[in-house]
């Protein structure tokens, strides 16, 4: 069992990416990195492309490369309110209101909706050029996703 809330693993068995979701707005990328490398140094994560750190208002993407440096910056960074206001809406509840597992519920939620995406087309609109862009829906593709270490 790993220390962060997600660990998608693709097609191939093969951790892909690593997530860790928490509902804390107006965070900097200097908190992001410390929370990054405090998981990192402090948790037993497996070896994976991508980690994110998923905020109600901000995403923070690290690729491939910044493995080796647990307080590299974020790859990519992404306002997560378009990519999660139609999961907040479903649920009847604003970000703001949020609490942790509820916000978590919300990130499995979308992550599960990108990695079940048969193509490009068929991802949420607002997300699907931040999730090519990135590469992450190569990584995660037809990929499956565990939670606390019990499969979803």
């Known amino acids: 069992m790993s220390s962060v809330d ?8 093969n951790p892909s990416l690593l997530a860790e979701a928490k509902a804390l707005t107006d965070r ?6 410390k929370m990054r490398r405090n998981l990192s140094v402090h948790g037993s994560l497996p070896e994976a492309p991508f980690f994110l750190l998923a905020l109600p208002d901000q995403f923070f993407l690290w690729g491939d490369h910044s493995r ?7 790859s990519y960074t992404a306002d997560a309110e378009p990519l999660l206001t139609p ?13 942790g597992a509820t916000f978590e519920l ?16 068929a991802l949420p609109e607002r997300s699907r050029e931040w999730v090519l862009s990135t590469g992450l829906f190569d990584a995660v593709r037809n990929g499956r996703i565990e939670q606390s270490g019990i499969p979803a």
């Open 6 to 13: 997600f660990v998608v693993y693709d097609d191939r068995d």
């Open 28 to 33: 900097s990328e200097k908190w992001a990195r």
């Open 68 to 74: 080796l440096d647990p307080m590299a910056s974020p």
């Open 87 to 99: 999961y907040f809406d479903r649920a009847e509840v604003s970000s703001e209101r949020a609490g």
């Open 106 to 121: 919300i990130v499995w939620t979308w992550l599960l909706r990108v990695t079940q995406s048969p193509s490009p087309d």
